[in-house]
């Protein structure tokens, strides 16, 4: 398949799982966006370091549903992280030069770029944080998997098709 772009986030697992595709596409132009993971807690060493023990401090932000709530100076809020998702949204709808786009990102980013998609516009409110918390639930993808998406400039819902096929031979594992 023709690829016109690759966009990664300014991690450094962004940019491992992208490093394939980079070296079977060498001459292809790539860009750093701000398309990395959504940070919402801060990383206060008297806050747990495991999944497990940081549960409780993940049900505690989304229960809280404050939009503009901001856990420490390293962090943002749900609202800025949402802010971030349209903004590259509409760069990516903006790119007319590029027909495939290949954006390696993390899970929640990816899923705020779909549910975006299918709101219009967009106001934020504990409602809504819910919603969005209810969305990447039920739509969490696993590492690897691709989300296919075809988009043209109209307001129209993204859809996407997940695709895991690649990784048929590998262990899956879910964070969700």
Excluded at 25 to 41: A, D, G, N, S, Y
Aim: aromatic share 12%; charged share 20%; net charge neutral.
């Amino acid at each position: 398949f023709p690829l016109d772009l690759i966009v990664t986030s300014s991690y450094a697992r962004s940019k491992q799982t992208a490093k394939t595709t980079i070296s079977s596409f060498q001459h292809i132009l790539r860009k750093e966006w701000p398309v990395q993971e959504f940070t919402f807690l801060s990383l206060n060493p008297t806050k747990s370091s495991t999944i497990n023990e940081r549960r409780p401090h993940v049900d505690e932000y989304w229960n809280t549903r404050s939009p503009s709530y901001v856990d420490g100076l390293e962090v943002e809020s749900f609202e800025q992280f949402i802010n971030r998702a349209s903004q590259v949204m509409m760069d990516l709808k903006g790119m007319k030069e590029y027909k495939t786009i290949a954006v390696f990102s993390h899970v929640q980013f990816i899923c705020a770029l779909l549910w975006l998609s299918q709101r219009d516009p967009v106001n934020l409110s504990r409602e809504t944080m819910q919603e969005f918390r209810k969305f990447l639930k039920v739509n969490w993808l696993v590492n690897g998997a691709i989300v296919r998406v075809q988009f043209d400039n109209s307001n129209e819902p993204w859809q996407g098709e997940i695709i895991t096929s690649h990784m048929e031979n590998q262990e899956v594992v879910s964070l969700g």
